[in-house]
């Protein structure tokens, strides 16, 4: 076993065993930015718009099992990507959409109205808001930029270009050649880097594994947006990191680089094809401007980087994941029927735009119907991130527990949601309002008053046994990926939704009996309806 058994376990029971170092305070003054400044990098603004603002979200919700060609009925265009759908894309999922000031119970309400301490709005989750992921896109001789590596500034909704010069066929021979045939056929990728210290700031060891969360949500709201405009998006998880970092002219110890998702662009014939020249690699010479003047280093955070860059390129044969999927639910037991899965036809980018944390605004004399738990329920259970070691997607990753507080028709308990057969098996009966609360560790949700909360379950260590230590990236970032098709799910039926990592993950074992089988609760997701009439701020009119 590798270190990333060790953390995995720390991970589990920190909520008993606080992570090292158990003293570790915040400097909040001293923060990094949300974000990487580049000065004196060349600023390309995108365009506003791609024309298809009516995409429907139902069909990346709703997926045919598998990881294939687009769903039928979704009338994308035929090509690929053009630089219209990729900005709407960057934009819809990344960029800053608009300013968060409704009144709510989270700790930082006060400073939100103060410019320093704005929060600004995106259409994917991020853990604390703290969004570390940098997305670099780096462009061949098909795409619309010249050549080069370019990164996303979101606050401006730009490129700066990093980089002058084709360099796609290093990042084709970076993934090499048993990467999919898509990887191989394109000169149009996004990058993902992690800037750990943008995290590690505030979670300190336990950063790692929140920023592998953050590139799952990333990473599917990109395959939702896609699957909506009737593209497709699939990520690359196993390649030479070394090679990438160095490309990006980054420090790997500082900033891994955790996926790579290839761009079919519309380019007719197919993207011209170039061979690597001689000589050494390219590297960005453009340098991050630090915001912190302190910057430390976690030795666990260090420890879980190497470990993972340890089998980087060692790519997992299809099918190796097998050995770690989800538990079916056995049959029999009291069984709760639930009504087919259904969404409205609402936009991708309106369920996009809507998305946020509900932040104590729960009101329980508004159930949820067993219409509105089914579809979230069998969204969040058809989302996988595809990748090389799942290349169709067919395989589950995740069960789903559902704790019920109010939903008509629906006794109160805990129970397991069957995929299958599209109902609930009840594992504990009884109200779990009490349970719920005690095992929270923060103030800003009254968990009895949402109408479910969904526990979502990995098996961590089963992944790793299945494809080595970096598969903690994959294990987590599915964790992600479906807490982002929650937010998106709950948005679609104007429900309110909440995602958190703070919570006695044990106490969540054991009530569910989970000992032996390897599940681990990686976040607690609280769903109902709100309030009426909340107190909110337009701030797009003021």
Known sequence: MGYAHEYADAVLHRGRVPMEPADFVPDWPDGPRRGKFYPGAECYALPDGDGRADAPVRAGLLPRRGDGPAPAGADGPPGGFTLPLLSAMLKDSYGLTGRRLG???????????????????????????????????????????????HYYDVQRHAVQRLLTGDVTARVREALGKDAPAEALETDQYLILGVKYWQTAFKYNSFGYHVVCTDVGTLVQTWRVWAAAHGLRTAPVLWFDEPRLNGLLGTVGEEEGVFAVVPLRWDAG?????????????????????????????????????ATALAGAADRPAPGALAPAAARPVPSGGTRVPL???AFPEVPVRSVLRRRRSSFGRFDAADPVTPGQLSSVL??????????????????????????????????????????????????????????????????????????????????????????GDRGYRLAVGTAGAVAQTFYLAASALSLGAGVALGFDNVSFVEKLGLAGTSEAPLLIMPLGNERPRPADFRHEIA
Do not use: K
Not at 105 to 128: I, V
Not at 270 to 276: I, L, Y
Not at 286 to 299: G, K, L, M, N
Not at 428 to 436: D, E, I, M, N, T
């Open 339 to 341: 009504p087919p899965p």
């Open 269 to 305: 014939a197919g993207a011209p094809r170039t061979a690597v020249a001689g000589g050494p690699d390219p590297a960005v010479r453009h340098r991050d401007a630090e915001r912190s003047r302190t910057v430390i280093a976690f030795p666990t955070v260090l420890a879980m980087h």
């Open 378 to 467: 069998a969204a969040c259970a058809a989302t996988s991130l595809g990748g090389e070691a799942d290349p169709d997607g067919t395989l589950r990753q995740v069960r789903l527990y559902a704790f019920v507080n109010h939903v008509r028709d629906v006794a109160p308990g805990a129970y397991v949601y069957d995929p299958d057969a599209g109902d609930l098996a009840l594992v504990v009966p009884g109200p779990q309002g009490a349970f719920l609360q005690e095992n929270y560790f923060l103030a800003n949700y009254n968990l009895e008053q949402a109408g479910v909360v969904l526990v979502p379950t990995v098996r961590t260590t089963a992944v790793l046994d299945a494809v």
């Open 103 to 149: 009144v709510q119970a989270n700790s930082d309400l006060s400073g939100l109205p103060l410019y320093p301490h704005a929060n600004w709005s995106r259409g994917t989750a991020g853990g604390g808001g703290l969004y570390p992921v940098g997305v670099y896109w780096a462009s061949g001789p098909s795409g619309p930029l010249t050549p080069g590596i």
